[in-house]
Nanobody
Framework: QVQLVESGGGLVQAGGSLRLSCAASGRTFSSYAMGWFRQAPGKEREFVAAISWSGGSTVYADSVKGRFTVSRDNAKKTVYLDMNSLKPEDTAVYYC?????????????????WGQGTQVTVSS
């Protein structure tokens, strides 16, 4: 069982930066791949980024590639999402998720555990 708690969301102007964190409980955090997803008002939840259990493999949605960076610290049981050059269209609730098996994935259904989400609002 893994419990996930996101933090770091907030209000930022376009062009600004934020760092989201996702703290995990449980002894086997390092065996899980971790993903970030987001859901904007009136839209379906979409994939943002994912990282493998070791951190050696990452994948990004085209919309954030070059602006967002996902990383993890297994000793701290925490995964991060560094968001730069933020745009109003990045406004959403951001969720982290854990996937058993260790390989990263862009598919929501392959994730087993989810956090409660953190709001990111980018003003123009």
């Amino acid at each position: 069982q893994v419990q996930l708690v996101e933090s770091g969301g907030g209000l930022v102007q376009a062009g600004g930066s934020l760092r989201l964190s996702c703290a995990a409980s449980g002894r086997t955090f390092s065996s899980y791949a971790m993903g970030w997803f987001r859901q904007a008002p009136g839209k379906e939840r979409e994939f943002v980024a994912a990282i493998s259990w070791s951190g050696g493999s990452t994948v990004y949605a085209d919309s954030v590639k070059g602006r967002f960076t996902v990383s993890r610290d297994n000793a701290k049981k925490t995964v991060y999402l560094d968001m730069n050059s933020l745009k109003p269209e990045d406004t959403a609730v951001y969720y982290c998720a854990a996937r058993q098996g260790g390989l990263n994935s862009a598919y929501e259904r392959q994730y087993n555990y989810w956090g409660q989400g953190t709001q990111v609002t980018v003003s123009s």
